[in-house]
C-alpha cells in the first residue's frame, strides 16, 4: 500500500462559509484551495460538508462537482440548531476513526472551539489532525489543539480583500459567550494578490507554462511541509490528486521523467539522483531561472519608480507581463504574487511599505 496519507475531511460548512464572507468579503466559498492543499498532504479518501444547504444553493451545485459528500442539517428549530449540527460531524468523525483504521489523518474545517474535544479525541486515537479555518474567525482554543493548521485565508488561490476589523462582525453561530478570536494576522501576512486592473489583459498561457506552474506550485508545497527531499513519484502523484486527468503525453512526453528533464534544461526545476533507480529527486534551482525573475521585477520598479514615485503593488504583475508575456511567478514555485515579492524584499533587492491611504503595498529598489 502507498506511504501517503490517507486523509477524511469533515467541513463545518456555515461556519467557513460565513467566516469567508464576513472576514474576508467572499461571497462565495472556493473549495479548489483546500483540496489543492490537501492533496499535497495526502489521498483524500472522504469529504463530508454539513449545513442546511437550502441557504448555500450555489455552494451546493459547486461542493458536489467536487466530489464532497453533503449532509444536511435542517437549521430550523431555534437555538438547538448549532449543536445538532456540531454534534453530528463529531460523532461522525469519531466513527469514521474507530471503523476505518486506513484513515491516518483528519482534515476538521472550522474555527469553532466546540470542536476541540473533537480534536483531542481524535488525536487519542493516534489519528493526525489537519484544522481549517478563516483566521478572524477561528477561536484560539483550536490551532494548538491540531497538529496543524491552515487559515483558510492564506492558502494559494483565495483571492481575499481582508474586511476591516471595524466592519466585521460575529456570525450569528459564534453569539453565544464566544472566546477570544485569533487575532487577525496583519495586512502584510493576510492580503493576497491584488486584484488585477480592469483594462490590463493577460496573454494567454501556453500548455507549457500551465505544466511548469502546476509543477512548481506542486513541488513548492511538497517542500515546505516535508522532512527531506521531494522524489519524482512523491511529486507525480501529487499533482494527479489536485488533478487526475493529467497526463505528459498531452504536454507530448512519453514519460514523466522525460518532462522533468526538459523542465530542468529550462532550468524550472533541478533533478539529482534519488534513493531508487529511476525516481529522482526535484528542487528548484539555485540562482538561475528566479534570478532571472528578480531582475524583471527590480528593473520594472525601478522604472516605475522613476517616473512616478514607488509604485503599488496593485496591478504591478501586469507591468511585468507588458514586459514578459505570460509571466507567472507560479513557474518559480511562489504560490502568489505577493509572496514572490516578499521573497525579492527578503533578498534585499525592494522594500515594502504600507500606506493606509491607498490601502496598499508601495515598493521602492533598495540602493
Known amino acids: 500500500m502507498s506511504s501517503d496519507e490517507r486523509i477524511a475531511l469533515f467541513l463545518d460548512y456555515e461556519n467557513l462559509a460565513i467566516g469567508a464572507r464576513e472576514g474576508l468579503g467572499i461571497p462565495e466559498f472556493d473549495f479548489a484551495p483546500i483540496a489543492d492543499a490537501l492533496a499535497e498532504r495526502g489521498r483524500v479518501v472522504a469529504r463530508r460538508a454539513y449545513a442546511d444547504w437550502s441557504s448555500f444553493g450555489e455552494d451546493r451545485r459547486l461542493l458536489t462537482r467536487a466530489q464532497v459528500e453533503l449532509i444536511e442539517m435542517p437549521q430550523r428549530m431555534g437555538g438547538s440548531r448549532k449543536n445538532a449540527a456540531d454534534i453530528k460531524m463529531a460523532v461522525d468523525a469519531v466513527e469514521m476513526a474507530y471503523e476505518r483504521a486506513f484513515i491516518t489523518t483528519f482534515a476538521i474545517g472550522t474555527g469553532d472551539s466546540d470542536f476541540t474535544p473533537l480534536v483531542h479525541k481524535l488525536r487519542e486515537l493516534d489519528k493526525k ?81 500551465d505544466v511548469s506552474a502546476l509543477i512548481t506550485q506542486t513541488l513548492a508545497g511538497l517542500a515546505r511541509h516535508s522532512d527531506g527531499p521531494v522524489l519524482a513519484s512523491t511529486l507525480k502523484r501529487a499533482i494527479l490528486r489536485k488533478d487526475p486527468t493529467f497526463d505528459e503525453a498531452d504536454e507530448g512526453f512519453r514519460g514523466f521523467g522525460e518532462l522533468l528533464r526538459h523542465l530542468e534544461g529550462r532550468r524550472v526545476v533541478a533533478l539529482r539522483e534519488g534513493s531508487g533507480r529511476g525516481d529522482p529527486e526535484v528542487a528548484f534551482p539555485e540562482g538561475t531561472a528566479d534570478q532571472d525573475a528578480f531582475g524583471l521585477l527590480v528593473d520594472v520598479v525601478r522604472d516605475l519608480q522613476s517616473r512616478g514615485g514607488a509604485p503599488p503593488l496593485s496591478g504591478l504583475k501586469n507591468q511585468l507581463r507588458k514586459h514578459t508575456p505570460g509571466f507567472s511567478e507560479k513557474r518559480y514555485g511562489f504560490n502568489t504574487f505577493l509572496s514572490f515579492v516578499k521573497a525579492a524584499r527578503a533578498r534585499d533587492l525592494l522594500t515594502m511599505r504600507w500606506d493606509d491611504e491607498s490601502g496598499d503595498y508601495l515598493l521602492s529598489v533598495v540602493g
Open 129 to 209: 489532525v489537519i484544522g481549517i479555518g478563516v483566521a478572524s474567525s477561528t477561536s484560539a482554543l483550536l490551532p494548538p489543539a491540531c497538529d496543524e493548521f491552515l487559515f483558510y485565508d492564506r492558502l494559494p488561490g483565495v483571492d481575499a480583500a481582508p474586511v476591516p476589523r471595524r466592519a466585521r462582525g460575529l456570525s450569528s453561530r459564534s453569539n453565544r459567550a464566544a472566546p477570544r478570536l485569533v487575532t487577525p494576522a496583519p495586512a502584510e501576512d493576510t492580503r493576497e494578490e491584488p486584484v488585477k486592473e480592469p483594462d490590463a489583459v493577460e496573454a494567454p498561457a501556453t500548455p507549457d507554462t
